[in-house]
């Protein structure tokens, strides 16, 4: 049976913990403002280059500003600011995904229905069997004699055979 | 002139007008092209045996056998088969085949959430070993050759490390060896991969394959698709553009769409391992029997190897692959240089031929 004072009070940590992450990014140094006028100026300065080749076609123009908004993206998603973001936006759609599944469990159980964490026991215990019953084949101990193809093998191959 | 840009005004109207016709054309093209007229991995092949969700499939032949003992390719849980047999002009598969090479291909499957228990243990010595295991049996041989890719290179360098009387040859192609070797170099465009995964937590990678039971391929999807942002951004609209109209060309880009946005599930226990080894080798100890047989178990590796290394930008670096050459106990250890990023060593028109034959004389000179 469910323990919901205690999955509660581990759902009240979890919450207390992300409230506490909040502001340590650091938002003044992660502006828009500075993010957009980056590429804008590498664009400029690229095609203000002369000891570039001649940009003479749209197409010429067009592969310049996706190099340098490529340059430009990369460069940002390397910065410790952008992977800490992204990994907090990781960890809190993970987190947000278990408290669903919280209150969808506990909509199950109120149905008479079987939840995602007995359904993953069963899984577990199917993973386990099949496991065991493997080291059974390998060690020769199944009724299966060692040496022989797996039961499971639908026929020989030869060349040309379909 | 201060700028590069010399453009002649009356041309430029022209090529905008040029540009919106294909731009036109290009939707319409890619309106008309339907799922079923971008088929993959078309090359024949028969089923020969099924474990669970892996199954083993043998190539008919192509060509007179010129390479004695079958190969076994070995692609990773990130991403799929099917992506070294693509199309039919894009091929390893088939170039492989057309030299005469016997070809077995393992398929892992689609893993589910009811797969999320499955360990990298049940991969290498469970699946992978009973594939070798099967293929040994059939042509009654004590060793065959083995090619892993990426992921899959990790799953043979383990297997081979604790079977070497199996292993006759083994190649690895794109394989991450070293997950720390990218922080040398300080390229931007390679390894985003070890860069992303060294700034998550344990206990976010715990979180995030709680949440979902697997490592979800969608989200391996979009790590790809950051690679290169803005490749991926303007594939399908200036990328459509410039198909010069040509229903084939937007078939071929709409293929490789097929099988990079498709990416199956890393299990549970696999995932957490993988995604975990490279913030820390300790933490792969999280597998007990990849750490304990196999860790330092490379030295094993009395076999020929090559390691083929791609120079293009990816998602780890060439480094991080290079770093086998160290770690091999073998004398005969060869490296093939390739142009191109991670899976364009597949999928690019240049690397195709020079992959499949460099492989071949490889193996021919190792009977």
Request: some cysteine; charged content about 25%.
């Amino acid at each position: 049976m469910r323990r919901y004072g205690h999955s509660t009070a581990r759902s009240s940590r979890r919450r207390s913990s992300a409230r506490s992450g909040r502001g340590t990014l650091p938002h003044s140094r992660y502006s828009c403002t500075a993010h957009g006028t980056r590429p804008s100026k590498r664009f400029l300065r690229e095609i203000n280059d002369t000891q570039g080749t001649p940009i003479t076609t749209w197409r010429e123009l067009t592969d310049v500003w996706v190099k340098v908004a490529n340059e430009t993206l990369l460069a940002t998603h390397r910065t410790p600011e952008f992977l800490e973001a992204q990994r907090r936006l990781t960890r809190s759609g993970a987190e947000c995904r278990l408290q669903e599944r919280e209150v969808a469990e506990a909509f199950c159980e109120m149905q008479q229905m079987p939840t995602r964490t007995e359904m993953d026991e069963v899984q577990r215990e199917v993973y386990e069997l099949r496991r065991r019953l493997r080291a059974l084949e390998k060690s020769g101990m199944a009724a299966a004699a060692p040496g022989t193809p797996s039961p499971k093998a639908t026929k020989k191959p030869g060349r040309g055979a379909r | 002139m201060n700028s590069r840009m010399q453009f002649d005004p009356l041309q430029i109207a022209k090529q905008f007008a040029d540009f919106n016709q294909r731009l036109q054309h290009g939707g319409e093209l890619l309106r008309s092209v339907k799922d079923r007229d971008v088929q993959i991995a078309t090359t024949p092949k028969t089923e020969v045996l099924r474990q669970d969700k892996t199954t083993l499939y043998h190539y008919e032949p192509m060509a007179e056998r010129t390479v004695a003992v079958p190969v076994l390719v070995v692609y990773g849980l990130v991403g799929r088969y099917t992506m070294a047999d693509l199309q039919e002009d894009r091929s390893l598969i088939r170039n492989l085949l057309l030299q005469g090479v016997d070809l077995y291909v393992v398929d892992w499957g689609n893993p589910a959430r009811g797969d999320r228990w499955l360990t990298i243990d049940d991969y290498v010595d469970g699946y992978l070993n009973e594939c070798v295991e099967f293929i040994c049996r059939t042509h009654g041989l004590d060793s065959i050759n083995v090619l892993g890719i990426c992921e899959g290179g990790v799953f043979t360098l383990c297997h081979a490390a604790l079977y070497p009387e199996r292993v006759k040859n083994l190649i690895v192609t794109i394989t991450p060896v070293d997950f720390h070797a990218d922080q040398a170099e300080g390229r931007t465009d390679h390894g985003f991969i070890n860069l992303w995964t060294r700034s998550l937590t344990p206990e976010d990678v715990d979180r995030l394959i709680e949440a979902n039971g697997n490592l979800p391929g969608e989200l391996m999807s979009f790590v790809f698709s950051n690679m290169t942002p803005l490749a991926s951004l303007t594939k399908y609209n200036l990328g459509i553009a410039r198909c010069r109209r040509r229903r084939k060309e937007v078939a071929q880009l709409s293929a490789h769409g097929k099988v990079a946005g498709r990416s199956p599930a890393s299990p549970r226990r696999g995932g957490q391992a993988m995604a975990q080894g490279p913030v820390s080798t300790e933490q792969a100890g999280q597998e007990p029997v990849r750490a304990r047989r196999t860790q330092g178990g490379a030295r094993q590796h009395h076999h020929a190897g090559a390691q083929c290394v791609r120079e293009g930008g990816s998602h780890h670096s060439p480094q991080c692959s290079r770093a086998l050459a160290e770690c091999v106990g073998t004398d005969d250890y060869s490296e093939i240089g390739l142009a191109g990023g991670h899976v364009g060593v597949f999928v690019s028109g240049k690397s195709q031929g020079i992959l499949g034959k460099g492989i071949v004389e490889w193996l021919k000179e190792r009977p």
